[in-house]
């Protein structure tokens, strides 16, 4: 049954790699082709795949402190392309609802589990308890059964974009890989912006990969990116348009949240002004020309809507490309476009020029780590065998009942996270870690110049990355991994307890 396996991953992501080289010479072209075969000729309209009758998701605040709400796992059979799929939704919708709470507040949300197999949740970016019903990744919900999580939101809690998803050992890729992700917003980031920008315009960018062929949760094959069938979505539609006017400044939040793929977005003409990272404020804002994004990922920027100026267009409308870029990684076509920025140029906003440089904000710890007292230095091996299937840390696969980091609470450490694998594997492991944020402090060797904290990181294809991890506030055990779901459910996660 399991003939793919001669296919094996290295040379898939090698394959997707030339693929990728080929076609960003030929991305008009392609681009093009793809318009015509979605019917978008006319484009900018937000379309969704035709024939899907998946719903968009809904907002959810919570009230009065307390986020009251239920998640509810099923199987949703929908057309893409004339073809039936069969995704995994939280609530029926792509992706699931979008969960919005502030610091200091609870959820208390039932999940109930309509899918042949178990499964939970996990809330990526929260600085909250890993144990009981919190946090908690080793609670598995069998199917038909209902969960009750209560999680406890600290008041210092960092703002910004973070996500939900399923965190079940062996069936994590393959249930975000169906569609089950949502985002979880902790709200307040417009707060520490200077007054004028306290109530400006918001819009999230859910980024993922979408429909996921079925065909591929059973082979377990990396990505179905080569049938062709796989798009970039964005909050469920292919180029949702975004409005903005000349010399507006909106907060985007951008976040990737699929199951194993890159993005590196651009948006030719603009800046982003990145004001937190990971769900994190900054300490001080970078202005970046494009955001790289693997799995897990998040960005909250600064967008302004360029004047006319910047077109040599005459108080017109014009509309600019959220597209795909040339940068460290990605697995769809250059200049492949994921949203459409419709620019009114004949309703200029008088810009505002108090873009912040730096942000005020004390979270849980001491903020920069640069001069932190390292208690304790750990190096963590990651290793690829592609052919067989195993992903290591230390040479050890996956075991949930054995401890392989012990932190005392109240103490920071730095960890060396090396990536074993060739350069010609193309296997890069973006590394996430539950509970604490971390700061990076260098990358193969070079000092980094860390802006903010963050819960995600790359280590690069046969390089190194050191980074900064204090232990605060919370004890029990959880765990850190590759966030390429795949490599996770084959072995690529380790268990570190925060202890007293
Ligand atoms: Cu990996």
Known sequence: MKKERYFSIGSFVAFVVFASLLLSNISTTSFFVQKQAFGLENQPQSTPFPGMNLAKPIDVWSKNGVLKTTLVADYQVGKVDNKSIT????NGSLPGPTLHVYPGDRIEL????????PTNLHFHGF???PANNSDNIFLEVPPGKTQHYSVYIPKNHPLGTDWYHPH??????????AGLSGLLIVEGLQKLLPKPLQNITTHNFAIRDFPFDSLFTTTYNMSNTLTGHERLIVNGE????INIKSGETQLWRIA??????????GLPGHKFYIIAEDGYPVWKVRQNDTLFLPSGKRFDVLVTGAGNETFGASAATHYD???????AFNDHPLGTVIATMKVQGNQIVKPVSIIPTTL????????DLSNATIAAHRVLYFSSNDRDWIYTINNKTFNPNVVNEKVKLGTVEDWKLVNLDSVQSGNAHPFHIHTNHFQVMSVNGKPYNAHGLQDTVMIPTHGNVVIRIPANDFVGKTVYHCHLLFHEDYGMMGTVEWVK
């Open 360 to 367: 005020n904000f004390r979270g849980p710890g001491q903020g």
């Open 256 to 265: 990737n949240i699929g199951p194993e793929n890159y993005v590196s977005v």
């Open 238 to 241: 292919i180029n949702p348009t």
């Open 127 to 129: 600085h909250v308890s």
């Open 110 to 117: 039932n999940l109930i589990n309509n899918l042949n197999d």
């Open 168 to 177: 079940l050992h062996g069936l994590t890729y393959a249930q975000v890989s």
């Open 87 to 90: 995704a995994e939704l939280y």
């Open 321 to 327: 490309p959220l597209k795909v870029v040339n940068d």
